[in-house]
């Protein structure tokens, strides 16, 4: 392994006696993600680094720029999910599902970009395996109201933010 990497089962025995380390975006996405067991990881190393007085944590923009991408991805794929459990199931959301849904009519806009079939597969598995990116393309190209995605995405930047 490069002297420059380390991975998480060498970190703990590194002594970090130094200006900076860079962080890259899957190590915050795993710390955000409640389902990764790689988040306790990087809490340990955070605590770590905590206790020996690092100074700095450097993110580039470019690494910032891919979590919040992918924070917002994440939240239209719950939305859709949420969405969907509502249309097929007759679910009625708790107050918090209804904060994540946010405007309702761009919920239930978005779901139109996804296929049937996807939809399906998310009744089944509970996942959604579509791409999201296309699902935003094609809302962008279709739908005249595109102010609805703008709070989807300043929860992604104020969640990236609020990590920091």
């Not at 002297?3 to 190590?27: H, K, L, R």
């Not at 296309?134 to 809302?139: C, G, N, S």
Request: glycine share 4%; aromatic share 10%.
């Amino acid at each position: 392994m490069s002297e420059f990497i380390i991975d998480s089962t060498d970190a703990t025995f590194v002594d970090f006696n130094q200006a900076s380390i860079a962080i890259d975006a899957c190590f915050l996405l795993a710390y955000l993600d409640n389902d990764d067991p790689r988040g306790d990881k990087v809490s340990l190393l955070l605590d770590k680094w905590s206790k020996e007085k690092i100074n700095e944590l450097v993110i580039t923009n470019k690494v910032a720029a891919e979590i919040i991408h992918n924070l917002f991805k994440n939240k239209i794929r719950d939305i859709i999910y949420l969405i969907h459990k509502m249309n097929t199931q007759k679910y009625s959301p708790t107050k918090e599902e209804l904060q994540i849904i946010g405007d309702i009519n761009t919920a239930r806009n978005l779901i139109k970009y996804v296929p049937k079939s996807k939809l399906d597969e998310l009744v089944k598995c509970g996942e959604l395996y579509y791409n999201i990116g296309t699902i935003l393309k094609d809302y962008k190209l279709n739908e005249s109201n595109r102010e609805g995605l703008h709070c989807y995405y300043s929860h992604a930047v104020e969640t990236f933010q609020g990590t920091i």
